[in-house]
């Protein structure tokens, strides 16, 4: 008896548990205009759902004057019936959740799924459904549960006779359920969330979807639409942060007990309005291709859907055997680079998104992240890079250009570009550009603000950047954002102060001093026998010796200085950048090869040709090329 209890269980187990083996059902990949479709069902029965999703969102697109309802693909994966479904359900309490069908919201995809064969009564209601949430899910702020799920009941009963479109038929389950008097008072009903058992718990689960729907059945038609515009004020002052029933309050004019006693006489009803759409053509959107899916194609688009429902270990087995099935696919490695993404496994992420972006991914987060995993690299536990290689640096430009391309509206992409542009200290006012591009996509960013003000700095536009900036001294600073404000500020101040560059400060202030030849003894270095570079000191070679100390010769670009007594010298060498740490700026010494050449030496852009005297870094300092000790202008 125990073996036999022993062996059902593991059945069982087996049955709720996700396989590579599901994928050996016959899978379709079908295309429209706006959806892409991966199918296990009828291919007769795809098409006629990928037709009428196209007409339903040609209709509620025009009905809501919205012509474009995600700036991401859409994908919709089509199950048979419930059985083949299952295994890919998201789980409540560790077991398949009581739904047909579900939508899930994504930065880089919008992902429906469902069983084609659920719900008698409106066949194509759960796929509407599903899809209203697409409208919803872009609101300007968060919409409560019970009107999202409500709306998408009264738009599921979506139904086309010819060009004939009818919208807003009553749903007769809802109705006698709710006519058994079987209501959720209405302060719960507000209130409910995902994780609330009345939205998860199959015996609850019913009576909130048939009084959401009679809600916004109500509110859309009910009192010849006296409440539609009631509806929308509602919305309006929850996106204010204004308390749930206060909101409601002050919106319908009406408390929770009086509102619920309209509804019940709203059920009551024997019939119920709605409204009546004529289509211009019957057409809809007949651009349909189809095709057999690869096993290796299956497999990976059922890993994406259990990746996208948070069950990870599950959604690798599928990446991995799609990868072993074939090997030219991107989608299995962008799937476990998010995967080890959201592990905190950044090193292995880069790998998959290196992959996956040379097998020409059109996944624009999958070139973002690849871009983001190189600059985690750079930065190890430092807050900021402050140097890259010229071959980092152009593996990330392409990267992010790639993924604006891909995504023009993405503003993260801007920003990080914009970022690259000013620590390679290249195209620094098409980095401006970008960053100003990332706060027209993102206008309350401030660490946007705070890169487009770097720039600005670097480009000496201290008019422009102090405007950027102005914004960002105001009000409290829970994220630092004003006290870097204030850094910058107080540097272009020190900038444009107008002190004479060749005044040697004092010792306290930390700043540049310059040192002329015959201020003070120096080692001269004698032109050897054969040397075809000129005598010691002419513009091609250093006129003093340090003891200690290496050479290296190049374009000064900028001295950084952070505030206290240490400082940055950028020397540009042709293609790349190098950055020389000064811990105390009040001993580095200025030399010039001609007297009679005076150098601005102030914090900020140099841009003058010159020799850095320095020493090897220590292993405290592992990102600058070493510790400045002297710069000698050249002539």
């Known amino acids: 008896m125990k073996c036999i209890l022993r062996l059902v269980l593991v059945l069982c187990a087996l049955a ?44 509620i697109s025009k009905l809501t004057n919205t012509s474009t309802i995600a700036p991401v ?52 209601a759960l796929i509407f459904h599903e899809y209203t949430h697409l ?54 009903l507000f209130n409910v969330g995902h994780n609330s058992p009345v939205y998860n718990e199959r015996d609850k689960q019913g009576i909130f979807y048939a009084e959401s729907w009679a809600l916004a059945h109500y509110l859309m038609f009910g009192n010849h639409h006296a409440r539609q515009p009631q509806l929308v004020q509602f919305l309006l002052l929850l996106s204010r942060g204004e308390n749930v029933e206060r909101s409601f309050t002050e919106a319908f004019k009406i408390d929770f007990a009086g509102m619920e006693k309209e509804l019940r006489r709203y059920i009551g009803n024997d019939s119920y ?76 992420a880069k790998d998959h998104f290196r992959q996956a972006a040379a097998l020409g991914s059109q996944n624009h987060l999958v070139h973002y992240y690849y871009a983001e995993t190189i600059e985690r690299d750079l930065k190890g536990e430092r807050e900021s890079i402050s140097i890259i290689s010229p071959d980092l640096a152009r593996t990330m430009i392409d990267e992010l250009k790639t993924s604006i391309k891909l995504m023009p509206g993405f503003a993260p992409a801007y920003n990080m570009l914009g970022f690259v542009y000013l620590v390679a200290g290249e195209n620094l006012s098409e980095g401006a550009q970008l960053m100003k591009t990332a706060l027209e996509l993102e206008p309350q960013n401030k660490h946007f603000a705070l890169t487009l003000a770097e720039l600005q700095l670097r480009m000496q536009d201290y008019a422009g950047a102090k405007k950027t900036l102005d914004p960002l001294l105001e009000g409290d600073d829970e994220t630092g ?10 540097m272009i101040e020190r900038y444009t102060r107008g002190a004479a560059a060749a005044e040697p400060p004092t010792e306290s202030t930390g700043r540049p001093r310059l040192k002329r030849k015959g201020d003070e003894p120096i080692a001269r270095e004698e032109t050897e026998p054969g040397d075809k ?18 050479t290296i010769s190049g374009t000064l670009a900028a ?77």
């Open 16 to 59: 709720l548990t996700a396989s590579p083996v599901a994928a050996k059902d016959k899978w379709i990949n079908l295309r429209t205009k706006n959806f892409n479709i991966a199918s296990n069902a009828d291919e007769g029965d795809t098409r006629q759902l990928a037709l009428k999703l196209e007409q339903f969102r040609s209709v």
């Open 73 to 124: 693909p859409i994908t919709v994966v089509v199950f048979k019936s419930d059985g083949s479904f299952k295994p890919f359900k998201p789980l409540y309490n560790g077991k398949p959740s009581n739904l047909s069908g579900f939508f899930q919201q994504s930065e880089d995809e919008n992902l429906i799924a469902l069983d084609i064969s659920a719900n008698e009564e409106h066949p194509m």
């Open 135 to 188: 409208f919803t899910a872009y609101a300007t702020s968060p919409w409560p549960l019970w009107l999202k799920e409500g709306l998408a009941e009264f738009y599921s009963t979506f139904d086309v006779k010819k060009t004939e479109v009818t919208i807003g038929k009553p749903l007769s389950r809802h109705v006698l359920l709710l006519r058994e008097n079987k209501f959720v008072p209405f302060q719960t």
């Open 273 to 348: 309005p709605g409204m009546i759409y004529t289509l211009k053509s019957t057409e809809g959107d007949k651009e349909v291709s189809v095709r057999p899916m690869s096993d290796g194609e299956a497999q990976y688009n059922l890993g994406n859907l259990l990746m996208r429902i948070n069950r990870l270990d599950d959604a690798e087995t599928y990446f991995k055997q799609a990868a072993a099935l074939d090997a030219g696919l991107a989608g299995p490695y962008e799937g476990r680079g998010f995967i080890a993404m959201r592990r905190n496994k950044f090193s292995e």
């Open 481 to 490: 954002v004003k006290a870097q404000a204030q850094s910058i500020v107080n």
């Open 533 to 550: 570079r000129g005598p010691a000191g002419s513009s091609g070679r250093p006129a003093i010796r340090l003891e200690g100390a290496q």
């Open 559 to 635: 001295i950084e200085c952070s505030g206290g007594s240490g400082m940055v010298l950028v020397l540009k060498m042709e293609d790349k950048l190098l950055r020389f740490n000064v811990s105390d700026a009040a001993k580095l010494q200025f030399f010039t090869q001609d007297p009679q050449f005076r150098p601005d030496v102030k914090c900020g852009p140099i841009n003058l040709a010159a020799f850095i005297y320095y020493k090897p870094t220590t292993s405290g300092k592992p990102h600058f090329a070493g510790e400045a000790v002297a710069v000698e202008f050249r002539k």
